[in-house]
């Protein structure tokens, strides 16, 4: 089926962006703008922590002060409800309020910078479930992994994607394969094809398959390629990604649009000790692995409440000491109010 690569502008489904002003199948009027995948990609996207008022509880206005943080460290856009954001351990109910208002904001904070919202689920229903949910807060574009937990074919997983091609909001393939199926060389030349995608992010760290996905996305006009591997950011850069989406920006936005700017400048030692600083700042995760971790270092920071979704607990006072001690050389280095 991926033996043979599409062609430029070829799609399975036929798509057709409705105008800016349109208002949506659903009903809702939000404003929906399409821009093109290479575009919306570019730079640096933070994949947001979600900042909770209390355990599992989405809350926007606690998610303010991390939003002005980041812009005002050069962050271009948000990607909501990934792997960073808890998104699988959200019910679909708590996700639209939290996006439309936190969409809201960061367009003011950063003169209508994109906003991407991830709706990976097990399945097809709950995928469309959770994008009807976050309709009204326009997304730039849906985020979407192949189906989690179970295993899938080739073909079910091509369907699962053009599942999506009614909705009128570009699509943006998500290869995480730590949580599920794996995108093959052979799905993304397939996957190229369906118009309604416009990006990929591909957070393997496979480089060779990042270069796969290169070279499938550029038989297209305006497909965008991110790098979702945080130690081989640069690395993405060089081979040629349009941009970055990394966790780490959430604790260090603004070395993190250096090695972004640095790279696109050819300021190729800046951007190599960019690179290095990310790495010294990822040794958190020895500490505490994943998003806790993350929160506690923000919380102490005054820039989101350190709660997290069940089954997830908070750090233990030990283990915030721990982040303290290992990140305070890099204090200057870190997001700040």
């Not at 399945?123 to 192949?146: H, I, M, Y």
């Not at 393939?173 to 996957?191: I, Q, V, W």
């Not at 070279?215 to 130690?231: I, L, N, P, T, Y």
């Not at 500490?287 to 919380?299: N, S, T, Y």
Request: aromatic share 4%; with cysteine; net charge negative.
């Amino acid at each position: 089926m991926g033996g043979s690569a599409p062609q430029r502008g070829a799609g399975l489904y036929p798509y057709a962006a409705p105008p800016r002003g349109a208002t949506s199948h659903d009903g809702a009027a939000a404003e929906r703008r399409h821009i093109g995948g290479r575009t919306l990609l570019s730079g640096v996207i933070v994949p947001l922590v979600t900042p909770m008022d209390r355990p599992g509880h989405p809350s926007a206005p606690a998610a303010d002060p991390l939003l002005t943080a980041l812009a005002a460290a050069g962050a271009r856009g948000l990607m909501l409800f990934g792997s960073n954001g808890e998104g699988p351990l959200l019910p679909t109910a708590q996700l639209g309020e939290f996006a439309a208002e936190v969409a809201a904001r960061w367009r003011e904070l950063t003169d209508e910078g994109p906003v991407l919202v991830n709706i990976t689920a097990p399945g097809t229903a709950e995928a469309l479930a959770r994008a009807e949910a976050v309709l009204p807060a326009a997304p730039d574009a849906l985020v979407l992994s192949p189906p989690i937990y179970f295993h899938h074919r080739h073909d079910e997983i091509v369907a699962h994607y053009a599942a999506l091609a009614g909705l009128g909001v570009p699509v943006v393939a998500y290869n995480a394969p730590r949580y599920g199926t794996a995108l093959t060389p052979a799905l993304l030349d397939e996957l190229t094809g369906l118009a309604h995608l416009v990006g990929i992010k591909d957070s393997s760290g496979d480089l060779e398959l990042f270069g796969h996905a290169l070279a499938a996305a550029r038989r297209r006009d305006d497909f965008g390629v991110s790098q979702g591997a945080e130690r081989q950011a640069l690395d993405a850069l060089r081979l040629g990604a349009d941009g970055m989406v990394l966790g780490v920006a959430n604790v260090a936005p603004a070395v993190t649009a250096e090695l972004f700017r640095a790279h696109r400048d050819g300021r190729d030692e800046d951007a190599r000790r960019a690179q290095r600083l990310l790495d010294e700042v990822l040794a958190l995760h020895t500490v505490r692995p994943g998003v806790p971790a993350v929160k506690a270092v923000l919380a102490a920071r005054g820039l989101c409440p350190p709660h997290a979704a069940a089954p997830f607990t908070p750090c233990s006072d030990k283990e915030l000491q721990a982040l303290l001690d290992l990140l305070g050389p890099l204090d200057a280095h870190l997001v700040r109010a």
